[in-house]
């Protein structure tokens, strides 16, 4: 990720003088808590950076994800709504406590925030939650709720 195009071009004109980029990676994955007492899931965010090299990241015990938050769940009661609707209240809960989650990054992202690098060092870190093909991990369904696509009948990569 670092030696992309895309990383090349933010360092030279998308930040400020002598900024770093901090590619963020979120990553989403609904669980199914226990098979045994009835339908309780579990929606955890982790959340990575890009500047970690790959062959790290990739190694759990690396700890490179960390864990930030849980989404709420939601069953709606789809005997009083139509499973359109119940379809369009769980996406909309879905991308609200995102931009919970999220908020304090899209201030870091204006401002910048001074952040140690492995060295030691202090360096003023740009948080980039947007960049090509890598930003957010997901299986299908849950990359048809990122891009608000309807799963089964469109690709949310397209």
């Known amino acids: 990720m670092t030696s992309s195009d895309w990383m090349w071009e933010m360092q030279q004109g998308q930040i400020r003088v002598g900024g770093t980029v901090l590619p963020i990676l979120l990553s989403t994955d609904k669980t199914q ?22 062959h790290v990241r990739r190694q759990p015990s690396q ?6 938050g849980y989404l709420p769940t939601l069953k709606p009661d789809e005997t009083t709504m139509s499973q359109d609707q119940a379809r369009i209240i769980r996406n909309r809960l879905f991308h609200k406590a995102m931009e919970i989650i999220c908020r304090s990054l899209f201030a870091a992202a204006k401002d910048g925030v001074r952040l140690p690098d492995s060295t030691g060092a202090v360096r003023l870190c740009f948080p980039i939650l947007a960049f090509p093909g890598a930003s957010y991990i997901a299986d299908y369904p849950e990359q048809c709720l990122v891009t608000c696509t309807r799963y089964g009948q469109t690709c949310p990569k397209c």
């Open 33 to 54: 808590l226990t098979a045994f007492s009835g339908e309780h899931t579990a929606y955890p965010v982790y959340m990575s950076i890009g500047n970690i090299a790959k």
């Open 63 to 68: 700890r490179a994800f960390r864990l930030i």
